[in-house]
């Protein structure tokens, strides 16, 4: 794909995002849903940053991709895809507040001052929660072959730019 193509198509899906906004204004959110919101808006509104809001354009790419990753034998791999932030998780009974509560968990590794995770720790998923500049957010949620859950969230814009704090 080049350039052009790559843009129009980011073009695109912003443009379908602010428009599924408007249209879900008046939409009943699915109790996992809400724990999502609430559970990340808690750790934003920790270090204060804006709240996310829930974005269902963004929760049917993580369902898309939740497809893929269900094929694949339910590994935690990163799609890598261009435009937007990722977040993923796999557990034993998995509710949306104890996904976001593990991404939250990584703040221990995460040292503000230097802006560095502890050697040989990850806390990229801590860091796109917080990230100041993400506002938007859609998760899903699925059951892997093994009985595991696996929630997987997709952020817009972005976060986690080498060099860059997240708040």
């Known amino acids: 794909m080049n350039m052009a193509s790559s843009l129009q198509t980011i073009f695109f899906f912003v443009s379908l995002i602010f428009f599924v906004e408007i249209c879900q204004a008046e939409r009943t959110f699915t109790d996992f849903e809400k724990e999502i919101l ?10 204060g940053v804006p709240p996310l809001v829930w974005n269902d354009i963004l929760a049917k790419y993580a ?12 590994d935690l791999n990163y799609s890598n ?3 937007f932030g990722e977040s993923l998780y796999k557990g034993t009974n998995v509710t949306g507040k104890a996904a976001v509560e593990a991404w939250v968990s990584q ?5 503000r001052d230097n802006n560095t995770c502890t050697s040989g720790h990850d806390c990229s998923d801590y860091k796109q929660v917080v990230w100041k500049n993400s506002i938007r957010v859609g998760c899903y949620r699925f059951r892997c ?10 952020y817009y814009p972005p976060g986690n730019y080498k060099g860059a704090r997240p708040y």
């Open 38 to 47: 609430l559970s990340h808006n808690s750790a934003r509104a920790d270090v």
């Open 63 to 74: 369902r898309i991709y939740s497809g893929d990753i269900k094929r694949k034998g339910c």
């Open 81 to 83: 895809r261009y435009g």
């Open 107 to 111: 703040k221990i590794w995460y040292h």
């Open 145 to 154: 072959h093994d009985g595991d859950n696996f929630v997987t969230c997709e």
